[in-house]
């Protein structure tokens, strides 16, 4: 069965740090992969995304995202953090069925980041 | 830029009653979820929706529960009887394609008491 694998609950960095949170993926065919943020009171808010293509993608706020087959990981980076990062960040797989499925989502528990001065 | 609208933020209903989550997609997309949030857990799905009928849904989605578009922008679920149980923020999501990215609203929490 497909599922998405957050194993960090909780990270907290210091301000200007560089952050690394982990997602592994278990899913059969080429996945869909995003990455989420959710900030208290806020609704999902979509960083970034991988579909094809170059396993190196760009996404909002200076987040970037790498996939790896291989280790069947999806990490997201930053090189600066700011305080304004501090949320749930949340790693999720477009599930893709043949026959028309209409590609639902599979989220991770989420990683809470605190960011401190 | 467009986003996803959801009444009410927070809803409190007693146990037994009939809840209406609303929600207004983004206009030109064709394809709307429901996922829902129990407090500590996973965001789950709950259902997709389009051209006007049920296209998938999970196990979570019961009889209890139904979807309508009544008019050309708004998009409801409904519980039909509540359950301490369904107490979870509730999302609605849109997209232009499966393969597109869903864009979410801010949520409702529905409290059952």
């Known amino acids: 069965a497909q599922s998405v694998t957050q194993p960090d609950i909780h990270i907290t960095v210091s301000e200007g740090a560089s952050l690394e949170l982990r997602c592994n993926y278990s899913?059969?065919?080429?996945?869909?992969l995003f990455w989420y943020v959710q900030s208290p009171g806020q609704g999902l808010q979509l960083l970034l995304k991988?579909?094809?293509?170059?396993?190196l993608v760009q996404g909002i706020k200076g987040f970037e995202a790498e996939f790896k087959r291989s280790q069947s990981s999806f990490n997201l980076r930053k090189p600066s953090v700011h305080w304004s990062d501090a949320a749930e960040y949340f790693c999720a797989v477009g599930v893709m069925v043949d026959g028309g499925s209409q590609g639902n989502l599979i989220f991770g528990k989420g990683t809470k980041l605190s960011v401190k001065p | 830029e467009p986003e996803v609208t959801q009444t009410p933020s927070h809803q409190v209903t007693q146990m037994g009653q009939e809840v209406i989550l609303r929600c207004v997609p983004i206009?030109?997309?064709?394809?709307f979820y429901w996922y829902r949030q129990i407090l500590g857990q996973k965001v789950e799905f709950l259902v997709s929706f389009y051209n006007n009928e049920i296209s998938e849904k999970s196990e979570i989605f019961d009889d209890q529960f139904s979807v309508e578009r009544p008019d050309g922008s708004n998009f409801t679920l409904k519980i039909r009887s509540t359950k301490l149980e369904d107490s979870a923020m509730y999302f609605c999501?849109?997209?232009?394609?499966?393969?597109?990215?869903?864009?979410f609203g801010a949520g409702t929490r529905l409290s059952v008491l």
């Open positions: 991988y579909f094809s293509g170059d396993t």
């Open positions: 899913y059969g065919a080429t996945p869909y």
């Open positions: 206009s030109n997309h064709l394809y």
């Open positions: 999501a849109s997209s232009e394609s499966p393969r597109a990215p869903k864009y």
